[in-house]
T-cell receptor, first 113, second 112 residues
């Protein structure tokens, strides 16, 4: 049981490049989400999914796309990277909307130059 | 809209001193509140939730609906308590049911 696995851990992108942050969980959790962590801003919700085939926007969705084709995977796509997207990204999952315990990935450090 | 405010970005105390990390919230319904902790080089993890009224690692937090606060307290801080602490609110109903909002985080440093 690996929990929540994120890849890559570190990435440097040039402005305008695209990339996908991968997230997988092996706990059969329905609810998955992506956050970004910035100094002084805390954790802000980018996108979330309440189950396979269902996604919705969080607080800061602009510049990001997600999909949920399976229960296990919830990739986050940056379509055209901008320096403002330099951040630490966390994927998280919980059993359902009312699940009390959130399981976080280790984080992905992204720098856009 | 729901909001969580942690007014202190940084908090420093000496070992053995009491510590209080402040959290205030804004929410129109009945809030569900949590404290999450991130130790150095570790994942963010749940510390405690208000509904269980538990004490974890000596920490307690009481929901004060009158003051809309959920401060985290420990009577005698230890060096291993040094970490980033996040207060979080989960909406309990409506169209944003289950949405979790985090505060800005407080970095606690406990000096020897």
């Amino acid at each position: 049981n690996a929990g929540v696995t994120q890849t890559p851990k570190f990435q440097v992108l040039k402005t305008g490049q695209s990339m996908t942050l991968q997230c997988a969980q092996d706990m059969n959790h329905e609810y998955m989400s992506w956050y970004r962590q910035d100094p002084g801003m805390g954790l802000r919700l980018i996108h979330y999914s309440v189950g396979a085939g269902i996604t919705d926007q969080g607080e800061v969705p602009n510049g990001y796309n997600v999909s949920r084709s399976t229960t296990e995977d919830f990739p986050l796509r940056l379509l055209s990277a901008a320096p403002s997207q330099t951040s630490v990204y966390f994927c998280a999952s919980r059993i359902g909307v009312s699940g009390n315990t959130i399981y976080f990935g280790e984080g992905s450090w992204l720098t856009v130059v | 809209a729901q909001r969580v405010t942690q007014p202190e970005k940084l908090l420093s105390v000496f070992k053995g001193a009491p510590v209080e990390l402040k959290c205030n919230y804004s929410y129109s319904g009945s809030p569900e509140l949590f404290w999450y902790v991130q130790y150095s080089r570790q994942r963010l993890q749940l510390l405690l939730r208000h509904i269980s009224r538990e004490s974890i690692k000596g920490f307690t937090a009481d929901l004060n609906k009158g003051e809309t606060s959920f401060h985290l307290k420990k009577p005698f801080a230890q060096e291993e308590d040094s970490a980033m602490y996040y207060c979080a609110l989960r909406s309990s109903g409506g169209t944003s049911y289950g949405k979790l909002t985090f505060g800005q985080g407080t970095i606690l440093t406990v000096h020897p």
